[in-house]
Each structure stands twice: as structure tokens, then as C-alpha cells.
């Protein structure tokens, strides 16, 4: 595709609710990243991809948290039993190649509520 | 733990005025990247700086990189309002890939 597109773009979840969240990188795309922004602040690195290995999960707050990229290509963020401080936008990111000096290209992000 | 601090956090110009954002960094990295983030919009790259000394310019907007100081700045000339946005650098971990971001620069500039 022409970007990193995510879904949905905005989320609203009841607390304890499960929610998944949708990222289609770049095709090719080797390297997938997700990232947590809470508002007025910077991106908070969560999981790393490389291809469908999940190589760093480091950043996932809690084993509420579940990502997967079965087959290289889109990646799901699961989320469950959702509690108010899970509320923040989540980025998708992905780049070419495994590299660590390329660029990374953003998705729109979901913006998650619970309340 | 590697930290990373950018000043002013809020910025407030005039159009045609000069600034500088600063970004400090507080462990060993050659690697440092700015973005830009517009309300409710996704993070644009606006330079990758792989290297101490590096210069990079875009239009009005001109980033450096002093590893040695482990500080990075974001120079911008005679500001115009479409620049208006949150600005955020981010060090990429020498030992890894993981990107560890400032709290980003508001900047607002005034027609």
C-alpha cells in the first residue's frame, strides 16, 4: 500500500474488555514496530517484528498485552481485559529492511479509550 | 536508562523569526532521527542523523548532531505558519533498535 494504515482509527472499550488493533505496513516492509503515545508525550517503544519474528516484546506494559505477525506482513496488537490506564494512542511503524539507520514510516495510530 | 530531553517543550514565534530546539540525549548513540507530528495526524521523518557532525537541511528547517555533547538541534529559519506542529527527537539504542523519544517541542507560530 502507499502508507502504514491502522484500524480502527478510534476505539472506545468498556474496562475489562478485549480489543485488537489492525496494522497494515508498507508491502515488503521487513521491520514492524508498535509504539504507545499518551497524550503530550512521546512514543513509548512496545514490540519489535522482523518479518513474522517477534524479536523484542520488551515494552509490553503487562501479559494483557499480545502482539502477532503471523505471516510477515500484518500485525495485530491485542489488548486484554482492558483497564483505563491502556488509554493512549498506538502507532504502528514499519521500515524496509532490518537496518537500524532507516527511517520509520507511521501509521495514524488507534486511539483507544477505556472507560 | 537513556533519557531524552528536548527544549522549550511549548514555543510560541512569529512568522519570519529564527529558533532552535534542542534535544539533549544521556547515553552513547550516533543515531538520532526528528520527526513531525501534526494534531491528530501520524509522526513524519524529518531527518536521520547517523554520524557526529552531521547537518541536514529541509527547506527552513536544518538539524545537527554533536554526539560528543550528545546534542541534537533542530534550526528554524524565518518561520512560516504551515511549520506549526509538535517536533520530537528520538536515540536509537546503540545496542538495539529501539527508538527512546523526547516529549516533543509544541511550536506554534503566529501569522
Known amino acids: 500500500g502507499a502508507g502504514v494504515s491502522q484500524s480502527p482509527r478510534y476505539k472506545v472499550a468498556k474496562r475489562g474488555q478485549d480489543v485488537a488493533l489492525r496494522c497494515d505496513p508498507i508491502?515488503?516492509?521487513?521491520?514492524l514496530f508498535w509504539y504507545q503515545q499518551a497524550l503530550g508525550q512521546g512514543p513509548e517503544f512496545l514490540t519489535y517484528f522482523q518479518n513474522e519474528a517477534q524479536l523484542d516484546k520488551s515494552g509490553l506494559p503487562s501479559d494483557r498485552f499480545f502482539a502477532e505477525r503471523p505471516e510477515g506482513s500484518v500485525s495485530t496488537l491485542k489488548i486484554q481485559r482492558t483497564q483505563q490506564e491502556d488509554s493512549a494512542v498506538y502507532l504502528c511503524?514499519?521500515?524496509?529492511?532490518?537496518?537500524?539507520?532507516?527511517?520509520?514510516?507511521f501509521g495514524s495510530g488507534t486511539q483507544l479509550s477505556v472507560l | 536508562e537513556l533519557k531524552v530531553e528536548q527544549n522549550p517543550l511549548f514555543l510560541s514565534m512569529q512568522e519570519g523569526k529564527n529558533y532552535t530546539i534542542y534535544c539533549n540525549y544521556s547515553?552513547?548513540?550516533?543515531?538520532l532521527y526528528w520527526y513531525r507530528q501534526d494534531p491528530g495526524k501520524s509522526l513524519e521523518s524529518l531527518f536521520v542523523l547517523l554520524s557526529n557532525g552531521a547537518v541536514k537541511q529541509e527547506g527552513r528547517l536544518m538539524a545537527s548532531l554533536d554526539t560528543k555533547a550528545r546534542l541534537s538541534t533542530l534550526h528554524i529559519t524565518a518561520a512560516v505558519h504551515d511549520l506549526s506542529a509538535t517536533y520530537f527527537c528520538a536515540v536509537e539504542l546503540d545496542s538495539n533498535y529501539q527508538l527512546i523519544w523526547g516529549a516533543g517541542t509544541k511550536l506554534i507560530i503566529k501569522p
Open positions: 508491502s515488503g516492509h521487513v521491520s
Open positions: 547515553t552513547t548513540s550516533d543515531r
Open positions: 511503524a514499519s521500515r524496509p529492511g532490518g537496518a537500524t539507520n532507516e527511517k520509520l514510516f
